[in-house]
Every structure is written in structure tokens, then in C-alpha cells.
């Protein structure tokens, strides 16, 4: 129980981290074929969606 | 004068996004504590899911966080 | 923003190989300090074992039993091999970020690069172990949760790639924001003595820095702790049949 406390405690930080990488991913994608707006915001939303996946996943894996 | 305009955007970014963080965990917490009064035997059960609340409401915090870092520091 | 200055790495010895700048700063000095110290204390104490355990050994079984109760155990029993690794990770975060509060010496783990670098470090492994135990095709196919039709799989492919590679991120940032905020707060409260020019005011700072330096010794603790349980559950998890 205290377990899952810690892992459930370190979820907000993962979904932000997740969020930034997505962002930073298409970021480097836009500088390399630079298409300007379409590839950060395809990453960020990339990234939230990876972020919102593994808390779920998290989240609804257990009891 | 944009070096102004970028410490008070900082500012005021973090300290509202505080304000939204912190009611919203405090209303989380109020009705999760009192669910647990109510029905000590599923106290488990709604701890975890409060917990898995928090992470969501501390992320978006998180982004206004890093908006107020990336503005204090141009 | 030139309080901050002070937790920046400075060069202490000048050194170049082969055109990279791989000079010594003190960061590293430091770093290096708590490799030689962990590595030391535990060469020594294994050297001389004995049944009935003196101090310093007793000192070492605590911690290996601390790390083998609280992180493996609750995980299940695919894991009992990876302890040696837990164990060196967990002494050598806990020497790096205890070795910071000397004054004079600067954390390495303030740093985000030396994070990042124990975070790469971390997601090797895991993935390793991953590919290792389920051979590369079947750890592919364990990417995605089996029975979906093919272009919801194929859009989730990079978003779970994305996830697996937030989640040892998650873990450098979390050690670096700690870290560096501590010691931040450190270098603010002795920097209101030089800003009030005044002998009145000093006893105010020292007894905040004297706080302040009891919480980081505890947030040390608690988030070394929490890189390697976090470590650990990766480790297992990605032992684990996947979904």
C-alpha cells in the first residue's frame, strides 16, 4: 500500500516530464523539416497523450 | 520595460496557477476524507483513487510552472 | 539572478582529451569523492566478514537488507538479481547528495546533465532486461496491449515509445529539481547577510540555515529512496509479461 503511494505520488511529475518530451520532440522535428507550427504541436499532444496513457494505466492496474 | 513585463508574466503565471492547484486539491482532499468517514472499509480504495486525482491536478501546475521559468529567465 | 552563480559548476582542474573539455569541475570532484567513498566503505567491509558483524559491517547489511526488503520484495521475485545494482545506486545517490551539504563542495546531483546521465543509465538497463528476456519481437509486440485493430496499434506505438522514455526522465528531473532547490535555498538564506550589511541580522539566516540543512539531510534520504524504488519497479515491471 505504501507502494503504490510512492508510485501513485510520482504520477503528476511523469505526466508533465511526458508532456515537455513530446514538445521537445517535435520541436527538434519542425527544426529539422521545418514545417513551424505542425510538429511541436503534434508532440505536445503526442505527449500528453503518452503521459495521460501511463497514468491510467498506472491508475486502473491495481485493486 | 520587457524585462518588467517578463518577471510580472512570470509572476502572475505560477501564482494563479497556485491558486487553481490549491483549491482544487483542497476540494479533492475535503470530499475523499469525508468519503472515507463515511465507510471506513473502502478508506484503501479511495486513498489510492484521491492519490491518482492529485497527479492529474499537480500536472497542469506543473505547466504553468515551467511557462513562469522559461519567462523569468529571458 | 548572480546568487545562482554560485551553483554553477566552476573549473577546478583544466583538462583536455583528444579536443573534448573534459575538465574536472567541482561537481565532479565531488561526484568522484562519493564514488571513492562508497566504494571503499563497501571493499573494506566485505573484505573482513565475520559472523558476528561489527559496526561498520553491521552498518552495510542494514543497508542491503533495507533495499532488498523495501524495494524488491514488494515487487515480486523476478527481481532478486538486480540487487548489487539497486544497492550501488542507492549508496551512490545518498553519498552524492550528502556530500553536498559540506560546505564548499556542490552537489553533483544539482546538476541536470549528471541526472540525466544516471536517468539514461536506468532506461538502458531497463529496456535491456526487456529485450533480454523476451527476445526483441516478442518485447515489440508487448509494446502494445494485444487485440486492437491495426491503426489504433500503429498510433500507439510512439506514444508508448514516449511514455517509456518519460518515465527515467521523470525520475532525473524529480532528483535534480530537489536538489537544486535545497541547496538554492541554502545559498539565499547566507546571501541576506550580505544584502542587509548589518552584524544584527545574522543570527535570523543561521538558525533558518540550520533548519534548512536538517530537511536536506532528510530529502536526501527520502529521494534517493524514491530513484531507486522507482528504479527497481521498472526493472521488475519490464521483467514482467507485459499488459
Redesign the interface.
Known amino acids: ?1 505504501k507502494n ?2 510512492i508510485k ?2 510520482s ?6 516530464v511526458a ?2 518530451l513530446g514538445a521537445f520532440i517535435g520541436y527538434q522535428i519542425d527544426l529539422r523539416f521545418s514545417s513551424q507550427p505542425i510538429g511541436m504541436a503534434l508532440g505536445v499532444l503526442i505527449g500528453a497523450a503518452a ?1 495521460l496513457w501511463n ?1 491510467v494505466r ?2 486502473l492496474k ?2 | 520595460m520587457e524585462k518588467v513585463a517578463a518577471y510580472l508574466a512570470g509572476g502572475l503565471s505560477i501564482g494563479l496557477a497556485a491558486i487553481g492547484t490549491g483549491l482544487g486539491i483542497g476540494w479533492l482532499a475535503s470530499k475523499a476524507l469525508e468519503g472515507m468517514a463515511r465507510q471506513p472499509e473502502a478508506a ?2 479511495i ?3 484521491m ?2 486525482a ?6 497542469i501546475c ?2 504553468a510552472l ?1 511557462v513562469s521559468l522559461i519567462l523569468i ?1 529571458k | ?1 548572480n546568487i545562482l552563480e554560485h551553483l554553477q559548476p566552476t573549473t577546478v582542474v583544466p583538462l583536455h582529451l583528444l579536443g573534448f573539455d573534459v575538465s574536472l569541475t567541482n561537481s565532479a570532484l565531488t561526484g568522484l569523492l562519493a564514488a571513492t567513498i562508497v566504494v571503499l566503505f563497501f571493499y573494506v567491509v566485505s573484505r573482513r566478514a565475520k559472523p558476528v558483524p561489527s559496526l561498520s559491517q553491521n552498518a552495510a547489511e542494514i543497508l542491503v537488507q533495507f533495499v532488498r526488503d523495501e524495494m524488491l520484495a514488494p515487487l515480486g521475485k523476478e527481481g532478486e538479481s538486480w540487487l548489487p545494482f539497486l544497492v550501488s545506486l542507492f549508496s551512490f545517490i545518498l553519498a552524492c547528495n550528502l556530500l553536498g551539504l559540506i560546505p564548499g563542495l556542490l552537489p553533483p546531483t544539482s546538476n541536470l546533465n549528471f541526472t540525466a546521465t544516471l536517468a539514461i543509465i536506468v532506461f538502458l538497463i531497463v529496456q535491456t532486461a526487456g529485450i533480454v528476456k523476451h527476445g526483441v519481437g516478442g518485447y515489440l509486440r508487448a509494446i502494445v496491449p494485444p487485440g486492437l485493430p491495426w491503426p489504433v496499434a500503429a498510433f500507439l506505438f510512439p506514444v508508448e515509445i514516449i511514455g517509456q522514455l518519460a518515465r527515467p526522465f521523470s525520475l532525473a528531473v524529480r532528483l535534480f529539481a530537489n536538489m537544486f532547490a535545497g541547496h538554492a535555498i541554502i545559498l539565499m538564506l547566507i546571501s541576506l547577510i550580505f544584502i542587509f550589511h548589518n552584524h544584527f541580522v545574522i543570527p535570523l539566516p543561521v538558525l533558518g540555515n540550520v533548519m534548512i540543512l536538517a530537511f536536506e539531510i532528510f530529502v536526501s534520504l527520502i529521494q534517493a529512496f524514491i530513484f531507486t524504488y522507482l528504479s527497481a519497479s521498472y526493472i521488475v515491471g519490464a521483467l514482467q509479461t507485459e499488459h
Open positions: 500500500m503504490d503511494f501513485a505520488a504520477l503528476g511529475l511523469e505526466i508533465a508532456v515537455f503521459g497514468a498506472v491508475g491495481e485493486k | 484503501g480504495n486513498r489510492t483513487s492519490i491518482i492529485i497527479a492529474f491536478v499537480e500536472a506543473l505547466y515551467v529567465t | 539572478m
